[in-house]
């Protein structure tokens, strides 16, 4: 299982015959691999941590972002209430001055209906004086006997009539009177007095009106204040957030640096032919790699699959899916084939966390059936954690595995099952190839 690696590795001979010099060279070499775990570990560690910082750096960015621009629609919406509370206030002024004009159309209404009421005094007046004149006309035409009896006559009507007249016009001057009590009370109330006298109630409550979009005006002119406050120190943060966004990035990108070292000592240490915790993993990847690679080369003989239905790079999205899923035009070879390795490689060793064939681009057609699950709808957290087939892993440890052309590639990451869980492994991946075409990588991760 390990010929291929010892044969990328020749092992390191002694320069005599003297033993304790070799033995030394492979204690301090096994000490240098132990050191670099360590070191790829703590580096592991600290370059998650940084990542999570960034990623949370860049998510409250964003917020802060949304926040400023909703801060802008406010502050928008203040100097439109402001505009508002001007217009109101001018509305109401010419509110008042159509009221004043109203209050003097009253009045002239109330010394109107004063004439009316005088002219059916004057009607009453003459109704009385007419009256008299029948009752006289009617004594007149008793005397007169029998040559009277006709006048007589005209003079009771005329009295009846009289009687009728002065009825209707003391219904009239009490009709006025009730009239001229309620205009008169309406012309107060709507007539702008003195402003040492009390007003009318009309302009109390246009002052109350006038009072209170002043205040309005005093709360939306002290909001644009604070609005304004609110901004510079908004686009402070912001800058801050930055540049400190801007030193967790550089900062990461040197914990990538010692990160690189690290895998490099492991890679050289297991490079010379001592073996080291990580030897009998590599020699793993290395012969699932193998595996992999003639069901794959037998798959095309038998014409099972065709070369471009192997390398398809066309990934088509699974609608619904999230964490996206793809497919292309080998997955289901991979579902047929490649099982009988990789669940082989999950009894090799009890440290072994899952054995994977991606293709160069990162992508896991097939995963180890435990985490080969259909999705559940919306819930995310558990999709990520237990639907890990059909998607694309094109992270820096993922793509470095698929892309790899060295007999083995050994990293160490922390990998997210979802819901802010992470587990720190160690990872040997060994290229795949196909047909003189490189294919993509086996990729063997387990814990420390």
Same mark, same amino acid.
């Not at 690696?5 to 096994?30: F, H």
């Not at 992999?292 to 239905?309: F, H, N, P, S, Y």
């Not at 192997?310 to 099982?339: C, I, K, M, S, W």
């Given at each position: 299982?390990?010929?291929?690696?010892?044969?990328?590795?020749?092992?390191?001979?002694? #320069?005599?015959?003297?033993?304790?010099?070799?033995?030394?060279?492979?204690? @301090?070499?096994?000490?240098?691999?132990?050191?670099?775990?360590?070191?790829?570990?703590?580096?592991?560690?600290?370059?998650?941590a940084i990542?999570?910082?960034?990623?949370?750096?860049?998510a409250?960015?964003? #917020? @802060?972002?949304?926040?400023?621009?909703?801060?802008?629609?406010?502050t928008?919406?203040?100097?439109?209430?402001?505009?508002?509370?001007?217009?109101?206030?001018?509305? *109401?002024?010419?509110?008042r001055?159509?009221?004043? #004009?109203?209050?003097?159309?009253?009045?002239?209404?109330?010394?109107?209906?004063?004439? *009316?009421?005088?002219?059916?005094?004057?009607?009453?007046?003459?109704?009385?004086?007419?009256?008299?004149?029948?009752f006289?006309?009617?004594?007149?035409a008793?005397?007169a006997?029998?040559?009277?009896?006709g006048?007589?006559?005209?003079?009771?009507?005329?009295?009846?009539l009289?009687?009728?007249?002065?009825?209707?016009?003391?219904?009239?001057?009490?009709?006025?009177?009730?009239?001229?009590?309620?205009?008169?009370?309406?012309?107060?109330d709507?007539?702008?007095?003195?402003?040492?006298?009390?007003?009318?109630?009309?302009?109390?409550?246009?002052?109350d009106?006038?009072?209170?979009?002043?205040?309005?005006r005093?709360?939306?002119?002290?909001?644009?204040?604070?609005?304004?406050?609110?901004?510079?120190?908004?686009?402070?943060?912001?800058?801050?957030?930055?540049?400190?966004? #801007?030193?967790?990035?550089?900062?990461?990108?040197?914990t990538?640096?010692?990160?690189?070292?690290?895998?490099?000592?492991?890679?050289?240490?297991?490079?010379?032919?001592i073996?080291?915790?990580?030897?009998?993993?590599?020699?793993?990847?290395?012969?699932?790699?193998?595996?992999?690679?003639a @069901?794959?080369?037998?798959? @095309?003989?038998?014409?099972?699959?065709?070369?471009?239905?192997?390398?398809?790079?066309?990934y088509?999205?699974?609608?619904?899916?999230?964490?996206?899923?793809?497919?292309?035009?080998?997955?289901p070879?991979?579902?047929?084939?490649?099982?009988?390795?990789?669940?082989?490689?999950?009894?090799f060793?009890?440290?072994?966390?899952?054995?994977?064939?991606?293709?160069?681009?990162?992508?896991?057609?097939?995963?180890?059936?435990?985490?080969?699950?259909?999705?559940?709808?919306?819930?995310?957290?558990?999709?990520?954690?237990?639907?890990?087939?059909?998607?694309?892993?094109n992270?820096?440890?993922?793509?470095?595995?698929?892309?790899?052309?060295?007999?083995?590639?050994?990293?160490?990451?922390?990998?997210?099952?979802?819901?802010?869980?992470?587990?720190?492994?160690?990872?040997?991946?060994?290229?795949?190839?196909?047909?003189?075409?490189?294919?993509?990588?086996?990729?063997?991760?387990?814990?420390?």
């Amino acid at each position: 299982m390990w010929s291929a690696l010892r044969r990328a590795r020749p092992p390191i001979e002694a #320069a005599n015959d003297d033993q304790p010099p070799a033995l030394d060279a492979r204690a @301090l070499i096994g000490d240098l691999s132990r050191e670099a775990s360590s070191l790829g570990r703590d580096a592991a560690e600290v370059r998650g941590a940084i990542d999570d910082s960034i990623k949370a750096a860049t998510a409250q960015a964003e #917020a @802060l972002r949304v926040l400023a621009g909703q801060l802008t629609q406010v502050t928008a919406s203040q100097q439109a209430i402001a505009g508002e509370v001007q217009a109101g206030t001018g509305a *109401v002024e010419r509110a008042r001055q159509a009221v004043d #004009a109203v209050g003097q159309e009253v009045s002239g209404i109330v010394d109107t209906l004063r004439d *009316v009421s005088k002219a059916a005094h004057q009607i009453t007046k003459i109704a009385m004086q007419t009256r008299l004149v029948a009752f006289n006309a009617s004594v007149e035409a008793k005397r007169a006997g029998e040559a009277g009896r006709g006048f007589a006559v005209v003079a009771d009507a005329v009295k009846d009539l009289a009687g009728r007249v002065d009825e209707s016009s003391r219904h009239i001057m009490e009709t006025v009177g009730r009239l001229d009590a309620r205009i008169g009370a309406l012309a107060r109330d709507i007539q702008r007095q003195d402003p040492q006298q009390a007003q009318g109630a009309v302009h109390v409550a246009l002052g109350d009106v006038v009072q209170g979009v002043e205040r309005i005006r005093g709360a939306a002119g002290q909001s644009l204040a604070h609005c304004a406050g609110l901004g510079e120190r908004m686009g402070t943060i912001e800058g801050e957030m930055n540049r400190t966004n #801007a030193t967790l990035t550089n900062t990461l990108d040197r914990t990538e640096a010692f990160l690189r070292v690290s895998e490099r000592m492991i890679e050289f240490t297991a490079a010379c032919g001592i073996e080291t915790a990580d030897t009998r993993f590599i020699g793993a990847a290395q012969d699932a790699a193998a595996r992999i690679t003639a @069901l794959l080369e037998d798959a @095309l003989q038998r014409g099972k699959v065709t070369t471009d239905e192997l390398f398809d790079e066309h990934y088509v999205a699974v609608p619904g899916t999230n964490p996206q899923q793809h497919t292309t035009r080998f997955a289901p070879l991979a579902d047929r084939a490649f099982p009988s390795v990789q669940e082989a490689m999950l009894q090799f060793d009890s440290q072994v966390v899952f054995c994977i064939a991606a293709d160069r681009n990162g992508y896991i057609a097939c995963h180890n059936q435990k985490y080969n699950h259909s999705q559940r709808g919306g819930d995310v957290v558990w999709n990520t954690a237990n639907c890990r087939n059909r998607r694309i892993f094109n992270d820096r440890t993922g793509l470095a595995s698929a892309r790899n052309t060295k007999p083995f590639l050994l990293q160490t990451y922390r990998r997210d099952m979802g819901g802010g869980n992470f587990v720190l492994l160690k990872e040997a991946a060994a290229p795949i190839t196909v047909a003189g075409r490189h294919w993509g990588g086996l990729r063997l991760a387990y814990r420390f």
